[in-house]
């Protein structure tokens, strides 16, 4: 009779690299705004950001390239399309964002992520979030 030898194989780590992976971060941000009456347009928001940015980083943060890809007056809700060399930037001024025509507000950053929010699983996803 043969003895069958057992070995224990210890667990391997695995690095997975993602080939021709997108350039952008997609971040889903909602503002909270003391008075709720308030409401921003989609340019109305975009400047506020920017103007955020250049409080932080002066000339070189407003120039910084992000796009709103989608965004909800209703709820305050978008989606933002940044580079992912700048998305540390762009979310230390959402952050740091503490008021809006002089009263109270924060950015809550509520999901970030690599893959485009416009392919159809992740907007369904996204959609049901957002109106739930």
Not at 5 to 30: D, F, G, M
Not at 32 to 44: C, K, N
Not at 67 to 84: I, W
Request: with cysteine; proline share 2%.
């Amino acid at each position: 009779m043969k003895q069958v030898e057992e070995k224990e194989e210890a667990s391997v780590y695995q690095r997975v690299v993602l080939k021709n992976a997108s350039p952008y971060h997609y971040l889903k941000v909602r503002l909270v705004l003391e008075d709720e009456s308030t409401r921003l347009s989609a340019v109305e928001l975009k400047y506020f950001i920017i103007t955020g940015l250049k409080s932080l980083y002066g000339e070189v943060g407003a120039a910084l390239n992000f796009d709103v890809l989608k965004y909800d007056e209703d709820t305050l809700t978008a989606f933002l399309r940044v580079y992912s060399r700048s998305l540390v930037k762009l979310w230390s001024s959402l952050t740091l964002l503490g008021s809006y025509q002089n009263k109270a507000c924060a950015f809550r950053v509520l999901q970030v992520s690599r893959f485009d929010p416009r392919s159809s699983l992740i907007i369904r996803i996204f959609s049901e979030v957002i109106h739930s």
